[in-house]
């Protein structure tokens, strides 16, 4: 066994090999550009939602948190370069759809807010370089599809 250090976190590999996040589906995935690392949330095993946060450096998979938003599949994620954090937002937990946004700013989770727009799976977020804002479009509630677009400040 040995040790790797990467930025703030110490991971204990059992050998040469990286370790990662397991295998899955309909998770978050964005790049940190201010932390320079894509940053991978939640998603579906086939089993039970995930809620485990980590980060890609270029080489190795690292878990950085194991607090923040609740399990969740479907949900979506974006960097926010005024602010400097990642953005997410909603996704589902079994059938129930969630509508928070919570922030990441390189070391630990924030929710942000509990209200918003509607709760929703299957959305897509990015971030809207001349309004300054992060805008969200699309996904599934409750009851159907939804196609309205919204500024998330």
């Not at 790797?4 to 110490?10: L, M, S």
């Not at 590999?13 to 940053?39: C, F, M, N, Q």
């Not at 974006?78 to 954090?85: C, K, L, Q, V």
Request: net charge negative; hydrophobic share 40%.
């Amino acid at each position: 066994m040995y040790y790797r250090t990467i930025a703030h976190a110490t991971v204990l590999l059992d050998s040469e090999t990286d370790i990662g996040p397991s295998s899955r589906t309909s998770h978050g995935l964005t790049y940190d550009g201010a932390r320079k690392r894509v940053l991978l949330f939640g998603g579906d095993p086939g089993g039970p939602p995930l809620a485990d946060t980590w980060d890609w450096h270029g080489t190795l998979w690292t878990q950085v948190a194991d607090t923040g938003p609740s399990a969740r599949q479907g949900l979506a994620m974006a960097f926010d370069p005024t602010a400097s954090r990642v953005v997410l937002f909603g996704g589902a937990s079994g059938s129930n759809f969630l509508a928070d946004t919570w922030s990441w700013d390189g070391s630990e989770w924030t929710q942000v807010a509990d209200t918003g727009p509607a709760a929703r799976s299957g959305h897509a977020l990015a971030y809207d370089d001349a309004r300054k804002c992060v805008v969200l479009f699309g996904g599934r509630g409750t009851a159907n599809l939804l196609g309205e677009l919204v500024w998330i400040r």
